[in-house]
């Protein structure tokens, strides 16, 4: 592999992994709500407590319509299953690969999440891509040298 520094690019040549189209239609209803909820902020009449909790109601759907629509337009897929790879990024203090390897192929997709969100420091750095229902899984692992991760090796699926 050209650049073991891109583990993203690895899955792009895999052929079970496609890039696929985001789907639109959870952001143009969030929009639509917003301005169903923005509509009914004015038709309130003299309740105030109503019309302000629907006038910000409709603009936090409206905002987050807008971050969900003009995020990146593709995603990576995993053609067999059809399901989105999700990226987490797990750190450990063990010095052993095999070792970290085996403890992130046992791990489902809600204790990896929850260990990726409790993780924030360590000397190694797990890149993981996976689907939910653990499919399939890409890691890429990556050593601390001063003020830099630098990956050990190209990614592997496990």
Do not use: C, W
């Amino acid at each position: 592999m050209d650049n073991i520094n891109n583990a993203r690019g690895l899955l792009a040549y895999d052929s079970n992994v496609v890039r696929a189209p985001k789907n639109y239609l959870a952001p143009s209803l969030l929009i639509a709500l917003a301005g169903a909820a923005f509509a009914g902020a004015t038709q309130a009449g003299e309740n105030d407590t109503l019309m302000m909790f629907l006038a910000i109601a409709s603009i936090a759907m409206a905002a987050t319509g807008l971050y969900m629509m003009f995020s990146p337009s593709q995603v990576l897929v995993y053609a067999p299953t059809g399901e989105e790879l999700r990226k987490y990024e797990l750190f450990f203090d063990i010095e052993s690969d095999d070792r970290i390897a085996e403890i992130v192929r046992q791990l489902d997709s809600r204790t990896l999440a929850q260990h990726a969100a409790a993780s924030s420091r360590g000397k190694k750095r797990v890149t993981v891509y996976t689907v939910p229902s653990a499919a399939f899984r890409v890691m890429q692992i990556a050593t601390f040298v001063p003020y830099e991760y630098r990956p050990d090796a190209d990614p592997v699926e496990i």
